[in-house]
């Protein structure tokens, strides 16, 4: 390692490269202050431009807005109570309600430390133990890559939201689009259908332009637009940590920073998880329970530092076995491989200097990162109050300039189009599209290595069970999809229970509507009933008085006719 280290340092102090790394830590931090704009998109968005730039430049660029996206979210969830990222959603627990107490910067603050260490402490793991995993990988052969594929295909029942089915689903959808072009064994056309630009297969950078930018923008429109505003009084505190704090938050921080890098490693977990379960068990360590969910600085500190964290981890599975941690790391793969930079022990060692120059880089993403969020966060504050009419023109000319710029030509932008409208429709039929994306990249290296495999056994499938190396693979394979099939089923019946807590309290309400409807019958008869009863009572009152006053008329007559009789 220590030979790499000076060349990488040379190559990596560049003026070129600093600008984009600013650039880079710049973008994604205004696009993760947005709500309904996530890192995904943005790399997506400015992947293209990558393709333009050499392999540390580029890779700079791209990290500067995975790790910063991961802090950008933040702000909107401490701010105006929405996350701007999914992992985010943690955060906003107690941000939220440390700034309704009027301490906006304070919350602003702890979630920007706790997000640069947890993202440091990750890079340097990736620096130390990346070239150790290389030297693994370098002794795999072709049945062994197999069961990595195979094994990064478990990612799919992890991200396949409620249904493992519609998971599977959308990962053969995304199989099969990598197996548009030419045939990578014998070079004859597959599902080209006479199309002579399909030969070369789809563009990975122009599909996901569709399936995540292009989605977002048809999403938008059967939505309300709103805009969101801030409060002056979140923005003028002082902004003071006190010591008590400081010392509060250091034991969360590297107790979620080491869970963030342990789930980051895990192909198909993601800075979600990490920050759920690193809030968690930061309460549970805590002298102060009471104050999480009320403006804990414990709890600002334990999620940010933790979905931080995952940054470096993700790319040891990526730049070791070619198996993304997650789908943004997946897009992050192209920008290698369009430079030559394929994954395995060769980037530790025939390419080290640039891979060194590409690790010791993301330390500087982060130092970069807390030195625009101390100076620029009253800027990512407005940005959350930018009106999502003016947003999504801007995004609409990003995904076709970036899809006409991969080949300069107009057939891209009309694939991009299509995947835009297959997209749509595989959202209203519920499919995810993470694992399409996962399809898309394993697809060509899961084929490629079986039929190596096969072919250097005569067809034998004993092959796949031949090494240590497989068996390894495969106890974790097994492992791993245990581990989720129990998470979907404990999942699944959390949801029963709450259906049903919910039907028995809609039964109650229901009971308490008849009982107060019949209660409401029972009064209004009786009000009825009292109501004939006075009517009738002063009918006969009536009719009485109405007696009386004949009789009296009666009486007065007869009198007068007895006076008219003595008189005469």
């Not at 030979?3 to 600013?22: G, H, K, R, V, Y």
């Not at 990346?130 to 990064?152: D, N, R, S, W």
Request: aromatic residues 8%; charged residues 15%.
């Amino acid at each position: 390692m220590s030979e790499f280290i000076i060349p990488a340092s040379a190559l990596l102090f560049t003026f070129e490269n600093i600008m984009w790394i600013n650039l880079g830590v710049f973008i994604g931090a205004v696009f993760a202050c947005i709500p309904g704009l996530s890192v995904i998109l943005c790399v997506i968005l400015f992947l293209p431009l990558t393709y333009q730039l050499t392999a540390i430049p580029g890779m700079m660029f791209l990290l500067g807005i995975y790790c910063a996206g991961s802090y950008g979210g933040s702000v909107s969830a401490i701010l105006i109570n929405t996350p701007g990222t999914p992992h985010a959603a943690a955060t906003m627990l107690d941000g939220h309600p440390l700034s309704k107490k009027g301490r906006s910067r304070v919350a602003l603050k702890i979630a920007l430390y706790a997000s640069t260490i947890g993202g440091t402490i990750s890079a340097f793991m990736l620096l130390f133990l990346g070239p150790q995993v290389a030297k693994v990988a370098a002794q795999l052969g072709t049945a062994e890559y197999f069961m990595v594929c195979v094994f990064g295909l478990t990612i799919i029942a992890g991200v396949s939201g409620k249904s493992i089915i519609k998971g599977i689903i959308s990962a053969c959808i995304g199989l099969v689009i990598s197996c548009i072009g030419s045939d990578p064994m014998t070079g004859y056309d597959r599902l080209t259908f006479n199309v002579d630009r399909l030969y070369l297969g789809l563009d990975l950078a122009i599909c996901l332009i569709g399936l995540f930018a292009l989605i977002e923008i048809i999403a938008k429109a059967d939505g309300t637009i709103q805009q969101l505003k801030l409060s002056e009084r979140k923005k003028l505190d002082d902004g003071v940590i006190t010591k008590d704090e400081k010392k509060r938050m250091v034991r969360p921080i590297l107790m979620s920073s080491f869970i963030g890098c342990m789930v980051g490693i895990i192909p198909g977990t993601g800075a979600a998880e990490a920050s759920w379960f690193s809030y968690n068990q930061a309460k549970n360590m805590s002298k102060h329970k009471e104050e999480f969910g009320h403006g804990s600085v414990e709890g600002i500190a334990a999620a940010e530092s933790a979905n931080n964290a995952v940054t470096g981890a993700t790319l040891i599975p990526l730049l070791t076995l070619g198996i993304p941690g997650d789908g943004t790391v997946a897009i992050m793969l192209s920008a290698l491989m369009i430079n030559g930079l394929n994954p395995g022990l060769s980037l530790f060692t025939t390419d080290g200097d640039i891979m060194y120059a590409i690790m010791l880089g993301l330390i500087l993403v982060n130092i970069f990162m807390l030195i625009q969020g101390r100076y620029l966060t009253q800027l990512f504050a407005k940005v959350v109050a930018v009106p999502q009419e003016i947003l999504t023109p801007i995004i609409v000319i990003f995904c076709y300039a970036g899809a006409y710029s991969i080949n300069k030509n107009y057939f891209d932008v009309s694939v991009a189009l299509y995947f835009g409208i297959a997209a749509w429709l595989l959202r209203k039929l519920d499919l995810p599209a993470i694992p399409i994306l996962l399809g898309l990249v394993l697809g060509n290296m899961t084929e490629t290595n079986f039929r190596r495999a096969l072919m250097l056994s005569d067809g034998n499938i004993s092959i796949f069970f031949s090494s240590v190396y497989c068996w390894i693979f495969i106890a974790l394979i097994v492992l791993a999809l245990a581990a989720i099939i129990k998470g979907k089923i404990s999942e699944e019946r959390k949801m029963r229970a709450l259906h049903k807590e919910m039907e028995a309290e809609a039964a109650a309400e229901a009971q308490a509507g008849v009982a107060t409807a019949a209660a409401a019958a029972t009064a209004t008869a009786t009000a009825a009933a009292s109501a004939d009863v006075s009517a009738n009572a002063a009918g006969s009152d009536v009719a009485a008085d109405a007696a009386s006053a004949d009789n009296t008329s009666s009486a007065e007559a007869q009198d007068a006719a007895d006076s008219n009789k003595s008189g005469k």
